[in-house]
């Protein structure tokens, strides 16, 4: 007979809790992860760091170059679903995003 261990995955954005006596990493997901390992169980992260901050960034960067909201939101858009979809906050850009953002 084998014993499946079971497991959890914990999404959303990670935080930093700021304490007086320090800081530590939280944020709903981290101590849902922490938990579960706490209680046995298996947990695995997943963050989506940076996306809001490349589409915010895309946004005003396409505005004030006096492209209209549409347009701006649109690149912005496409901005955040890209750092989205890659490891990390600042992911290494494809030759089709540059040019896109230039």
């Known amino acids: 007979m084998t014993t499946e261990r079971k497991g959890v995955l914990a999404f959303g954005e990670l935080l930093w ?37 490349a589409f915010s960034a895309a946004f005003l960067a396409f505005w004030l170059r006096g492209r209209s909201p549409i347009e701006a939101a649109t690149v912005a858009n496409e901005l955040g ?11 290494d850009y494809t030759d089709a995003i540059r040019q896109r953002l230039a």
């Open 17 to 53: 809790d700021v304490f007086p006596g320090g800081a530590h990493i939280g944020g709903a997901p981290f101590n849902l992860a922490a938990h579960a390992v706490r209680c046995g169980l298996t947990a695995q992260l997943l963050s989506r760091v940076g996306a809001g901050d």
């Open 81 to 91: 679903a890209f750092v989205a979809s890659q490891r990390g906050a600042v992911p």
